[in-house]
């Protein structure tokens, strides 16, 4: 028996239905056809994949700061729930084919696997990182290297962050991100036969995000974001405004990339 959502959340999700249904069916997921295409997006959405990250660290600060001395935090369902998003997403179990000396990777690792599995390159992302690691952001992002459609992406990614936000970063992270990406990837495998025995990691990491979201990723997307505007009817706006700039910025993103994978 489904349940009636209390105000807010059924508020939070009538206004974005219709910008969710817009990204579940973009174009973009008819384009990748072949292998070399399959790579292009790789390539390309290896940054959102790790500057997802980033948004996950910021509400995790926020919601239960890794500070002393410790001190009790409001919102423990909360709490709970982006610790066990981060333990998914930063530290997951890899499989038993793939343990050596470590039995546990993050996703955004998965991914780079999955992208060595079926050829892609991971070089730009990689100089891309010790260019954050050893310059900083600013200086990464205006690497030359860096694809322009993947820095105006993670652009409005950290544009978000600065301002410091946690309602509206809680709504971007929350309906703004991968959650239509594993079911497009199985359909595109499947397509293209690639099967478990050729991508083993890629079909891992599918996996485990359909495990690790479940059913209930949704409710508490919705219950997140509305806890954190507490019933004000300006912040609920607002993290409207920032979940339809979040999936505007993908579709921008994606259309961007439908031309570079028609020329593949």
Same mark, same amino acid.
């Given at each position: 028996?489904?349940?009636?959502?209390?105000?807010?959340?059924? !508020?939070?999700?009538?206004?974005?239905?219709?910008?969710?249904?817009?990204?579940?069916?973009?174009?973009?997921?008819?384009?990748?056809?072949?292998?070399? !295409?399959?790579?292009?997006?790789?390539?390309?959405?290896?940054?959102?994949?790790?500057?997802?990250?980033?948004?996950?660290?910021?509400?995790?600060?926020?919601?239960?700061?890794?500070?002393?001395?410790?001190?009790?935090?409001?919102?423990?369902?909360?709490?709970?729930?982006?610790?066990?998003?981060?333990?998914?997403?930063?530290?997951?179990?890899?499989?038993?084919?793939?343990?050596?000396?470590?039995?546990?990777?993050?996703?955004?690792?998965?991914?780079?696997?999955?992208?060595?599995?079926?050829?892609?390159?991971?070089?730009?992302?990689?100089?891309?990182?010790?260019?954050?690691?050893?310059?900083?952001?600013?200086?990464?992002?205006?690497?030359?290297?860096?694809?322009?459609?993947?820095?105006?992406?993670?652009?409005?990614?950290?544009?978000?962050?600065?301002?410091?936000?946690?309602?509206?970063?809680?709504?971007?992270?929350?309906?703004?991100?991968?959650?239509?990406?594993?079911?497009?990837?199985?359909?595109?495998?499947?397509?293209?036969?690639?099967?478990?025995?050729?991508?083993?990691?890629?079909?891992?990491?599918?996996?485990?995000?359909?495990?690790?979201?479940?059913?209930?990723?949704?409710?508490?997307?919705?219950?997140?974001?509305?806890?954190?505007?507490?019933?004000?009817?300006?912040?609920?706006?607002?993290?409207?405004?920032?979940?339809?700039?979040?999936?505007?910025?993908?579709?921008?993103?994606?259309?961007?990339?439908?031309?570079?994978?028609?020329?593949?």
């Amino acid at each position: 028996m489904t349940h009636p959502l209390p105000p807010a959340e059924q !508020q939070l999700s009538d206004a974005l239905k219709s910008s969710l249904e817009t990204i579940e069916s973009h174009p973009i997921f008819g384009d990748i056809r072949t292998e070399a !295409q399959l790579r292009v997006f790789m390539e390309h959405h290896v940054f959102p994949v790790w500057d997802f990250m980033s948004l996950l660290k910021f509400l995790q600060a926020s919601l239960a700061p890794a500070t002393w001395p410790w001190l009790p935090r409001p919102h423990s369902d909360l709490v709970r729930l982006i610790n066990e998003i981060v333990v998914g997403e930063e530290c997951d179990e890899l499989p038993d084919s793939h343990r050596g000396d470590a039995s546990h990777t993050s996703h955004f690792d998965l991914y780079l696997m999955a992208m060595r599995e079926v050829g892609a390159d991971t070089g730009v992302i990689s100089e891309f990182l010790a260019v954050v690691r050893n310059e900083g952001l600013e200086a990464a992002l205006d690497a030359p290297s860096v694809p322009d459609l993947s820095r105006a992406f993670m652009r409005d990614t950290f544009a978000l962050l600065k301002q410091g936000e946690v309602h509206r970063v809680a709504a971007s992270f929350s309906f703004g991100r991968e959650n239509v990406i594993p079911g497009m990837f199985n359909s595109l495998l499947a397509q293209l036969g690639i099967g478990p025995d050729r991508a083993p990691i890629f079909h891992y990491y599918l996996k485990r995000h359909a495990e690790l979201d479940g059913n209930e990723h949704g409710p508490a997307a919705l219950r997140l974001v509305t806890t954190l505007c507490n019933n004000d009817p300006v912040k609920l706006d607002e993290a409207v405004a920032s979940a339809k700039a979040a999936l505007a910025s993908r579709s921008r993103f994606w259309d961007s990339l439908r031309k570079r994978l028609n020329n593949k």
